[in-house]
Nanobody, 118 residues
Framework: QVQLVESGGGSVQAGDSLRLSCAASGRTLSGYSIGWFRQAPGKEREFVAA????????YYADSVKGRFTISRDNAKKTVYLEMNSLRREDTGVYYC???????????WGQGTQVTVPS
């Protein structure tokens, strides 16, 4: 089982940028696709972005397309989420999760808070 730890969250102004990191431990990331999700206060957790285990496939929610970029460094066992042009509605707790060969996201990190004040 892979363990995940997110970092890089914080409070920034609208229009600023942040880079979140998702560091894995316990085993190699080979075969794992990684997704980023977020949950705003009072709302359901929602999909933000995902990357295939090879890094060749990336997927984004429409709300972040063109502003966020997901990438991975398998040698460092780390996945990144570069977030640009942040908006108030990007506020929430951001989680990364791992899915082994498409079997579903069954390993989750503890989350990191991103706040973009109004």
């Amino acid at each position: 089982q892979v363990q995940l730890v997110e970092s890089g969250g914080g409070s920034v102004q609208a229009g600023d940028s942040l880079r979140l990191s998702c560091a894995a431990s316990g085993r190699t990331l080979s075969g794992y696709s990684i997704g980023w999700f977020r949950q705003a206060p009072g709302k359901e957790r929602e999909f933000v972005a995902a990357i295939s285990w090879s890094g060749g496939g990336t997927y984004y929610a429409d709300s972040v397309k063109g502003r966020f970029t997901i990438s991975r460094d398998n040698a460092k066992k780390t996945v990144y989420l570069e977030m640009n042009s942040l908006r108030r509605e990007d506020t929430g707790v951001y989680y990364c999760a791992a899915s082994y060969r498409g079997t579903g996201y069954d390993a989750w990190g503890q989350g990191t808070q991103v706040t973009v004040p109004s």
